[in-house]
């Protein structure tokens, strides 16, 4: 018997895992990525309108398009890992975002501590997360000048999300 609990507790886990990942990640990652999208190449056009180059701006687009996109894509594997290996995580975000959400803070205080990450290479993640940030902060100082500031943030953002959405929609069908 201990053995059924254990396997459905598992189960419980991974679809409250998924839920978290639908509900708060991809939902929101299809949302700004098509708006950023929109947003970036409506300023790319604004710009060809008032007589930019056309290659030029559509060159330096793509350029932080893919840059975005690179981005995004080891965010999501990153995600992707953290799911595979640890569910519970994730699992218990969700329970603490629906508690939150239905006002069951006093609740939330007797289930204890969050669950912490522990992984082979956790050490390195926050320098990762930095040098993605200075990737970021590099490009724009870069192509703002080139292009303008609309264009350059919502494209690399449109990169960003879409390749976390198409990522990471993959786990949850």
């Keep these: 018997m201990p053995k059924f609990i254990t396997v459905k507790k598992a189960e419980q886990e991974h679809q409250q895992a998924i839920r978290y990942l639908k509900n708060s ?10 708006v950023s999208l929109i947003l970036g190449y409506g300023a790319v056009i604004y710009l060809i309108l008032k007589g930019r180059s056309i290659t030029e701006l559509l060159t330096h687009s793509l350029v932080l398009l893919g840059a975005g996109l690179v981005l995004g894509l080891f965010q999501a594997a990153y995600k992707h890992y953290l799911y595979k290996s640890h569910p519970d995580y994730f699992a218990d975000r969700m329970r603490r975002t629906e508690m939150r959400l239905s006002g069951q803070i006093k609740k939330m205080k007797k289930i204890g501590d969050p669950v912490s990450l522990e992984h082979a290479g956790r050490w390195a993640v926050p320098y990762l997360y930095f040098l993605g940030w200075a990737v970021i902060i590099f490009l724009l100082v870069i192509y703002i000048p080139k292009l303008n500031v609309l264009s350059a943030v919502f494209l690399l953002l449109a990169g960003f999300h879409n390749a976390r959405f198409f990522y990471l929609k993959r786990l949850i069908k």
């Design 25 to 34: 990640l991809v939902q929101s990652s299809a949302v700004i990525g098509l």
